[in-house]
């Protein structure tokens, strides 16, 4: 694919013609989605870069870096963003011809990489090159993991002799294998790393046959990876459990179950359409006696989540989709309340009682108590 | 009990008796004590309201007046102006933190009568320009006086004068003290010297002072901005830790300082009205309205009384014997009655092709936009602006994010303390000169390698305070000041706009010089394409960036040609500039245009210098 665009390239050049490249364009305007594929798949819009003595500084510095990535490949070679950043500073300063390329920080150089894999309509890992290791942090006493490495040597993961201890997913949960010792009633992904410590240290794993997710915020790509390895080799019911508010629902659940618009591309690998939202739900706050409070307009980040929130009911085909009305539901009742609740709440309904989140948990998915 | 109650009521009021006699003889005691000063003592108590706040600016002003004295009576006489002066450190001072300093100015005016020397140096508010309402950099007769008594209190020495007035064989030489007491110069060590000119006048103070040679408020500042607005002045200068040099005159006319008009009604006030026609003596009224104002005719006369409602027997009578009811009537009914603004004959300017001849002596330049605006009425009273900006090529650079300098003149007389309460300052600030090509910070000056005079002239000129530092910033002045440095900027904007094109072209060209070469490389590298596909590659992309070029190649002719025909323009406006240029020298606003500045002096030196 690299070799085939760069082939492009250097024959328009050779015919003085201007090289155009063309990537999907990944925005929400150009966002589908499906309930039957379950996450949001691109549109018919491209965006288009000519060469030209504007863009000329960019395609040079795409080209350099390419030519890092493939030979990366070739040689089966994985390097973190940070890692190609140093090794591309390295070969400018050697070069002396090559200065001009030169990246002042590690935002020039991801931006380039970025614009490699629009181009290549390629996933970053799929160029050997990942992000550290972030979230996912796994517990079980039933799931063991199979690892193929790069080489073909497998290593076995018995979850279960971990202790306390969380299993950390790879970047590129692709090469895991997963199976369960014995049957797996569900899967608990949970949006604060914190809580899901908390969970496991009083025992959660231990009563239950269960997989415990700590998702650390906004799913990385390992995460949402995982997570669609989970739905789809155990086939366990999978939930969500976060914090009530606009930044949740939007960036970190719909993130999760149907993708990103940034990652229109790479949705398919990188979502698990079957996660639902277990909560904390609107109805919860006066179920459970939950404390709650209103959102702080003056935050500047609330208020940017508040109006993410407003455009997201008129533009986001997730959201706007009617089998996705409850969700909607709830962005709606979070802009137009303009209160929020927080997952830790479960705690504070009895604080003498360290079990008392994990009773309520255990609760709703008896009941059903979840949106689907 | 009622015995007891008087007794305490009498001793009580004896008391308030004996406190009254106290503060009456503490009030007689003080009203012995009032007493007269003469303005010399009050002057000599208060040297900071005149420029001597600061060993600094005591050093400057004794330089800057000393200096204006010279050119105001070369000019009075019609004699082109050539300077001498003299700056040097002679030994530490008697203050803290001083040295003590000779200033030594000399000059080829037409020299003081003897019996004048002592006024002149010697006595506050001795001019011959005192409410005259002329353009003379000198106004009131106190500067020069004020140096004198702080030479006398910082060394006790008075000033060496020397002078020859042309029908004298010898040259009279003496030192003038100063009499504070009665305001009166006293001469002593006086005596005659051979003079190799025939006529001029020499000064020489030493005084505690420091020297500071940079900055705003720096001696080479003043200097500069003294050469600029004197383009008929020759100047001879040695200033301690400078090399001396010689500027030449690049204009060989004296500036005739237009005479004063009659003030006009609209500026006095009552008092100031009626002491102007005591001056008259007797005289009918109406013929005193019509000598001793300006814009006053029959016509008004007669306004005056059909439309204001005045007697006609006001003007008709002596206005020596006019009572003060009527004064009354008459200042009323003039105020109210229409008048042709004042005239601005009156108002001296140096003239575009005098700045643009003088701006090439203050430093290597690499172009220069001027301007003299039409005198206008500002606050009802005459005045001229004139702008000169151009830009450095020495203190040129890429990051050159420093302030422009500012040379701020009022009646040609450099302003260099206080900016920023200045109107100058005000009005720069207030243009937006981004739009001009130049960078400025919000509500700030603009930065750049950048010279930017402006000289306001005006008989009248409204100051902030007696050292004459700062100009009064009227909602007028800045208005017409603003307007002066807009059609500058947009004279230098041709420049700049050429340049910018350039710059652009530049920058593309040298854009697609470095990556093109990358782009191709790499592109071969991991194809592993042979050497001829790599230069047809090659070849291919310098034709599409080629392309690239042609609109950028357009605006720049388009901006070239402009500036060609706005410098066409300015050689017709210029006509005295450019002919004195050199075939090379053509300021085209490119590197070609390098005019030599300021010349070393001869080694031989010259006479006392």
């Known amino acids: 694919m690299g070799t085939e665009l760069c082939e492009r390239m250097l024959s328009d050049l050779e015919k003085a013609k201007r090289p155009v490249l063309t990537a999907t364009k990944c925005s929400l305007d150009n966002s589908q989605y499906s309930p039957k594929v379950g996450y949001l798949t691109p549109g018919n819009k491209k965006v288009s870069s000519e060469l030209n003595v504007s863009s000329v500084k960019k395609m040079s510095r795409a080209i350099f870096m390419l030519e890092i990535l493939l030979r990366n490949v070739e040689i089966a070679n994985i390097n973190t963003k940070r890692e190609l950043y140093y090794v591309a500073k390295g070969l400018v300063k050697h070069e002396t011809k090559l200065r001009p390329l030169d990246f002042q920080d590690q935002d020039e150089s991801d931006s380039v990489i970025d614009f490699i894999c629009e181009m290549m309509e390629a996933y970053r890992e799929e160029l050997n090159c990942v992000a550290d290791d972030r979230g996912g942090q796994t517990y079980s006493k039933q799931l063991v993991v199979v690892e193929t490495e790069l080489d073909g040597t497998q290593s076995t993961i018995d979850l279960s002799t971990l202790g306390t201890a969380p299993y950390q997913p790879k970047n590129r949960p692709q090469n895991l294998t997963l199976r369960a010792k014995e049957k797996i009633d569900f899967c608990l992904i949970i949006e604060s790393q914190g809580t899901a410590n908390t969970l496991v240290a009083n025992g959660f794993t231990k009563r239950h046959n269960s997989i415990l997710i700590g998702a650390q915020g906004v799913p990385s790509n390992a995460v949402r990876a995982w997570v669609k390895r989970i739905q789809e080799q155990l086939r366990v019911p999978l939930f969500f459990f976060g914090d009530l508010d606009a930044y949740t629902m939007q960036n970190i659940y719909r993130t999760l179950r149907a993708g990103s618009a940034a990652s229109l591309i790479r949705n398919s690998d990188f979502c698990a359409p079957e996660v639902k939202f277990l909560g904390v739900l609107p109805e919860d706050i006066a179920k459970y006696d939950l404390v709650d409070y209103p959102v702080k307009e003056s935050d500047l980040q609330e208020a940017r989540a508040l109006k993410k929130a407003r455009d997201a009911l008129s533009n986001d085909p997730f959201f706007k989709d009617k089998r996705n009305k409850e969700l909607r539901g709830i962005l709606d009742w979070l802009v137009k309340n303009k209160r929020r609740c927080e997952q830790q709440s479960f705690i504070s309904v009895d604080p003498r009682d360290p079990q008392m989140m994990e009773k309520i948990i255990i609760d709703k998915i008896k009941n059903g108590n979840y949106i689907d | ?609």
Not at chain 2, 221 to 248: F, G
Not at chain 2, 279 to 287: A, E, I, P, Q
Not at chain 2, 564 to 570: D, F, M, N, T, V
Request: net charge positive; aromatic share 6%.
């Open chain 2, 1 to 609: 009990m009622a015995k007891k109650q008087v007794k305490k009521v009498t001793k009580k009021l004896a008391a308030e008796v004996d406190a009254s006699a106290e503060v009456i003889s503490r009030v007689r005691k003080s009203a012995k004590q009032i007493t007269t000063s003469s303005t010399a003592e009050y002057f000599a108590k208060n040297l900071q309201q005149v420029g001597f706040s600061s060993p600094v600016k005591a050093v400057l002003t004794t330089l800057k007046e000393a200096l204006d004295n010279s050119l105001d009576a070369c000019e009075d006489a019609g004699i082109l102006p050539e300077i001498r002066l003299q700056v040097e450190k002679l030994g530490p001072g008697t203050l803290k933190n001083t040295d003590q300093i000779r200033i030594y100015v000399e000059d080829n005016g037409p020299g003081i009568d003897p019996d004048d020397v002592a006024k002149v140096f010697g006595e506050y508010l001795a001019s011959s320009k005192f409410g005259r309402g002329r353009c003379s950099r000198g106004q009131q007769g106190i500067g020069i006086s004020a140096a004198t008594t702080w030479a006398m209190q910082t060394t006790a020495t008075g000033a060496r004068v020397v002078t020859k007035t042309k029908s004298a064989r010898k040259a009279f030489t003496c030192v003038v003290d100063m009499d504070l007491k009665n305001n009166k110069g006293i001469l002593r060590d006086k005596g005659t010297v051979e003079w190799s000119s025939p006529h001029g006048t020499s000064i020489e103070f030493k005084l505690d002072g420091r020297i500071q040679l940079n900055g705003e408020g720096g001696l080479l500042n003043y200097i500069r901005s003294t050469i600029l607005l004197n383009p008929h002045m020759t100047l001879h200068y040695e200033i301690s830790d400078v090399p001396s040099a010689s500027v030449d005159r690049v204009v060989n006319t004296v500036p005739v300082v237009p005479q004063a008009t009659e003030p006009h009604p609209h500026t006095m006030k009552l008092g100031e009205f009626m002491s102007h026609a005591r001056l008259f003596g007797r005289m009918k009224t109406s013929v005193w309205l019509k000598r001793g104002f300006s814009r006053v005719t029959d016509k008004v006369l007669q306004d005056l009384v059909s439309q204001k409602g005045l007697k006609r027997k006001v003007l008709d009578s002596f206005v020596d014997s006019l009572p003060d009811d009527e004064f009354k009537a008459l200042f009323s009914a003039i105020q109210a009655v229409d008048l042709l603004p004042p005239a601005t004959t009156s108002v001296l300017s140096v003239g575009e092709d005098g700045l643009a001849l003088s701006i090439r002596r203050i430093g290597d330049i690499d172009f220069f936009a001027v301007l003299s605006r039409k005198p206008v009425i500002c606050d009802f009273k005459p005045l001229q602006v004139e702008v000169a900006i151009a830009r450095l090529r020495e203190r040129r650079g890429e990051d050159n994010e420093e302030q422009v300098q500012v040379l701020r003149f009022a009646n040609r007389v450099p302003l260099q303390f206080d900016k920023a309460s200045c109107a100058i300052v005000k009005a720069i600030t207030s243009v937006n000169w981004r739009s001009y090509g130049l960078k400025q910070p919000k509500n700030g000056l603009p930065l750049g390698p950048y010279i930017v005079a402006v000289s306001v002239v005006s008989p009248f000129i409204k100051f902030k305070n007696a050292s004459k530092e700062t100009i009064d910033a009227s909602d007028e002045l800045v208005e017409e000041l603003r307007r002066a440095l807009m059609q500058t900027g947009q004279r230098l904007s041709r420049y700049l706009s050429r340049e910018h094109k350039a710059g652009e072209l530049e920058q593309r060209v040298q854009h697609i010089e470095q990556f093109g070469p990358i782009l191709v490389e790499t592109l071969g590298r991991i194809l592993g394409a042979s050497d001829e596909r790599k230069q047809a590659a090659t070849a291919g992309l310098a034709r599409i960036l080629e392309k690239d070029t042609k609109g950028i190649k357009k605006d720049l002719a388009d901006a070239e040609g402009r500036l060609a025909s706005y410098l066409e323009e300015k050689k017709s406006r210029l006509a005295g500039f450019f002919e004195g240029l050199d075939q090379d020298e053509q300021f085209t606003g490119t590197d070609a245009a390098a005019p030599a500045p300021v010349k070393p002096a001869a080694k031989s030196g010259k006479g006392k210098v």
